[in-house]
Structures are given as C-alpha cells and as structure tokens.
C-alpha cells in the first residue's frame, strides 16, 4: 500500500461526521514579493474553511507593526477568523496592554500568547523586563483582564529547551490554563509516540483544553533541520532517510511531503485527534494537499471582502 493510500484509511474510516478541523499559521511578509507570497498562500488555503489562522510576532517583537497590519488585513479582506501572536519580549507592560486594546478595537477577538525569543536570537537565553510581563502565564491574564479574547498558548512536546523537565511544562501548561487560556498549540514534532505519552501526561493532570498538534510539512529537509536543531526537536532517521538524495528534486520532495505528513495526521486521528495545526511557512501547495488526503474539502465558495480603501 502506498503511503498515501495508508493515509487515506483511518481518516475515511472516521466518517463525514468526523471531517479533521485545521488551522494555518502565517508570518508577515518582508518586502513586496513576500507580501505577493503569502497572499497567494492565504487566498489559496481560504476556502478550506480553516478554523482560525495565526500570524506569528517576530523575535523580540521585531514585527509587531506588520504582524498588526497583517491580521487586521485578514480580518477586512477574507472570511478568515484571524489570531495575532503576542509575545512578552522588549516591552513594557503598558505597551503590550496597548496592543492588546488596538487588537480588540480593531475587530480581533484572538491572541495567541507566548513568553517569546529575545532580539536576534532563536532560542536563547531570556531576561524578561523589570516593568513588563514576566511570561506567556502572566501575559494571558493580562490579555483576559483587558477583553474576553479567546487565548491560545504554545507547548513542546519533547521539552521547552529552557525547561528543567516534561513535568514542570505541564506545571506551566497547567497555570496558563488557570490564567485564561482556552487551547494550547504543539511546536511541530515527528516523534508521534512520545507526543502520545505527553499528551496523556496533560490529561493525568488534569488539564483538558484542547491540544493542537503543530504539523510542519518539511518542504526543505535543510531548512527544517536547522529549525529543529534551534527549537529542541529531534528529527527522527526515518524521517532523513525519506528526504535522503532529494535535494535537487522537488518534485519527487513535495510528493514525499505531503505523504509523510499525511500519514502522520491520520496516525493521530486512529488516536482521537481531529484539530490539526499547520506551520504553513508562507507556502500553500503542501499543506493545501495534505488537507485534501485527510478530507477537508473547501466550502461554498463566497465573494472575498473587498479591500479596506
């Protein structure tokens, strides 16, 4: 049976009734050709009928202008339920508190929360502000003490990289729940089975928001390895013996993509998971297929929103 085919199983065998429910995450563009891009990804994965898309917040808040504009934008030209990530990084208090009152009187009624990078530096270490927030806990009860926003916040399955053990981010799991948050995101994983241990380790705690698997489509084997080796994640040998002598085809590399990662969705479907979180990179092509293996069909089509003048 091909990888494919296998896919297909578990997720027809769910039934209509039981249709996988994903969201996309977006960054904002750059400059005029990464505006064209994700544009182009966005309009592309719209009439799939995600159930929000995020728009990440750069390193020590390096994008909170184009992040801001980008949701905004979202939200006025698509159908779209748009979420703005908001990080704790290089600002006060009073200043983070202004963004979240700009994002409620904007429209936006969904912040993703996270403790963030510091400038320049994926990963590293982290001195949080005297006068600002002290992590993504404190954070999204700030956000909850401004508006009744609907608040997401991040987890690692296989370990924050600044985190002493698995149990003590469940602790912290556990205190963002109490703070306001209403659904917790995966940082993207391969290791399907230790994602399985961690998520029933959430349940014995006693924490039951929903989980959201990241899925992270590997459209560059290079590209992702250098990723996983900043954030934590280990890249299984299987997973490189897939992409192994492909670099100079992408063709036959998207292909694999997609078969990979939608045998990965449909191993958690048998599991029980239906919400899936795709880290889409700007790019729609892989994450537009894989959605069509697992089911999800787009909807009626609708007009598109006209452009704010």
């Known amino acids: 049976m091909t990888p494919i ?3 297909l199983g578990p997720v027809a065998r769910a039934g209509l009734g ?3 429910r994903v969201s996309f995450e977006f960054s904002p563009p750059k400059g005029p050709k990464g505006e064209e891009a994700l544009w182009q990804a966005i309009r592309r994965l719209e009439p799939l009928n995600p159930e929000f898309v995020s ?3 750069g390193a020590g808040g390096s994008t909170r202008e184009r992040t801001h504009r980008t949701v905004v934008r979202i939200l006025n030209e698509t159908t779209l339920k748009p979420a703005a990530h908001l990080t ?4 006060s208090r009073a200043e983070v508190d202004e963004v979240i009152q700009d994002y409620w009187d904007a429209g936006i009624r969904h912040i993703v929360a996270l ?3 510091p400038p320049g530096s994926l990963g590293g270490a982290y001195t949080p502000r005297a006068d600002g927030y002290q992590n993504a806990t404190e954070l999204t009860a700030g956000i909850k003490a401004i508006a009744p926003f609907e608040v997401s916040v991040g987890i690692y399955p296989q370990v924050h990289p600044e985190s002493p053990s698995l149990e003590h981010d469940i602790q912290v799991l556990k205190e963002k729940v109490a703070a306001g948050a209403t659904r917790a995101v995966t940082n993207f994983f391969y290791d399907i089975e230790g994602f399985l ?3 029933e380790k959430i349940r014995r705690a006693g924490i039951e928001v929903p989980i959201l698997p990241g899925i992270m489509p590997v459209s560059s084997f290079e590209g992702l390895s250098n990723m996983a080796g900043r954030v934590g994640v280990a890249i299984p040998a299987w997973l490189a013996n897939h ?3 492909l670099d100079a085809d992408p063709e036959t590399r998207k292909l694999v993509a997609a078969s990979l990662a939608a045998e990965m969705c449909a191993r958690l479907a048998e599991e029980g ?3 899936f979180h795709f880290y889409t990179l700007n790019r729609a092509d892989l994450t537009y297929a894989i959605c069509r293996v697992l089911g999800v069909r787009e909807a009626v089509p609708t007009e598109p929103k006209e452009a704010a003048a």
Do not use: I, K, N, Q
Not at 88 to 91: I, K, L, P, S
């Open 5 to 7: 085919a296998s896919a």
């Open 243 to 245: 992409f192994e002598g």
């Open 197 to 199: 241990r961690f998520v």
């Open 88 to 91: 704790c990084v290089e600002a």
């Open 18 to 20: 039981e249709r996988p």
């Open 273 to 275: 998971f239906r919400d």
């Open 115 to 117: 403790r963030g990078d």
């Open 55 to 57: 728009v990440t917040y």
